[in-house]
């Protein structure tokens, strides 16, 4: 996946639709590029995305656009915009410039707020990154989940996985992640999470009717596999609540790092997707704080990083994992950012 550099304001959408074209979605890339070409109609987010403060690609400026009106489509209150998400025409410049008319404040006040996908695909990174982790040290692992939205990934444990022809997880679970898998396969070694807890600003709940439309709409409409998934890790979730607090994770790592974990366990600290939201002054203080508990880390106290993470150099997803206390950083992966394919080194 090559990702070129951003451009600014009234070319963002079709620009970020060539980049989704490239992901494998022909659909939201025509959305967004109807989007751009109607969006006069809605001058307040016109004015939001031509005046943005930050990066769009890092704050997935395109995605909270396809999210917005993917959502009203889900509500059904503009049958011409619903219609289109169902496949049933292909008018999109129609559907997009009457819906933009009448729904300019419902769209510009969802963009403001922070995408929460809480993709479950990227779950079988993770777990791939743990059996690696296995190799070093064969023990249970506990798991520190920065940005854990709904804590979907912090129940990765109750799932099953197919991984370039290897089985992992649980083979009954109802929620199955099966990437596309390119390179050779996993040694599979089974982990065990002893424990996972996760942070989140703004915590979503599984039993929240509003939260279940959030993180639906920011499923690609094209993607139906994808988002039964998504339904099935949500009733999975309910079951097995995750535990998230509240709160910025600068302080909250601070505060998990400081209290030591049991013997013969070793603590992974884990992201998806999640720095490129930050201030750079909180990457830092994650960064200096992982290195600072890895240098106390010990053999029968081990210390693990999983990254998944977009590296800015060349905008592909990378998939790292760092233990401690010998430092060692493999690169393990290259990923799709939502996890629909794995190319493993």
């Avoid at 129609?94 to 403001?112: H, K, V």
């Avoid at 994770?249 to 601070?254: F, M, Q, T």
């Amino acid at each position: 996946m090559n990702m070129v550099a951003p451009i600014l304001g009234h070319q963002e959408l079709r620009h970020q639709a060539g980049i989704v074209r490239g992901l494998g979605s022909d659909f939201v890339a025509d959305v967004l590029e109807a989007g751009q070409r109607q969006l006069h109609h809605a001058p307040r987010t016109q004015r939001l995305i031509e005046t943005w403060p930050g990066d769009p690609i890092d704050s997935a400026l395109a995605m909270r656009f396809n999210a917005a009106l993917h959502a009203l489509a889900r509500r059904n209150k503009h049958p011409r915009l619903s219609a289109l998400y169902r496949g049933r025409h292909d008018d999109f410049d129609g559907a997009i410039a009457e819906t933009l008319t009448a729904e300019d404040a419902f769209i510009a006040e969802w963009m403001r707020h922070t995408p929460q996908t809480n993709e479950v695909g990227r779950a079988a990174s993770i777990a791939a990154a743990l059996m690696v982790l296995q190799e070093h040290f064969a023990m249970p692992v506990e798991l520190l989940e920065l940005g854990a939205s709904c804590g979907l990934n912090l129940n990765l444990g109750h799932y099953g996985y197919r991984l370039g022809g290897v089985r992992a997880g649980l083979p009954e679970s109802p929620v199955q992640v099966a990437p596309n898998w390119n390179g050779p396969a996993p040694i599979n070694r089974p982990f065990v999470v002893a424990s996972a807890r996760g942070i989140d600003l703004n915590p979503l709940s599984a039993t929240d009717a509003k939260t279940r439309e959030r993180l639906l709409s920011f499923v690609w409409a094209d993607e139906p596999e994808r988002a039964q998934r998504l339904e099935d890790a949500l009733a999975l979730a309910v079951q097995h609540p995750p535990q998230i607090e509240r709160g910025n994770a600068v302080p909250w790592l601070l505060r998990q790092l400081a209290i030591p974990h049991d013997r013969r366990t070793c603590r992974v600290v884990y992201h998806s997707m999640v720095l490129q939201y930050m201030i750079p002054a909180d990457r830092s203080a994650i960064e200096t704080m992982i290195a600072a508990a890895g240098r106390r880390a010990t053999p029968d106290r081990p210390i693990a990083r999983i990254s998944f993470e977009r590296e800015r150099a060349n905008e592909q997803v990378q998939l790292i994992l760092t233990t401690w206390p010998d430092g060692e950083r493999r690169l393990l992966a290259h990923c799709h950012p939502y996890g629909n394919w794995i190319a493993w080194h």
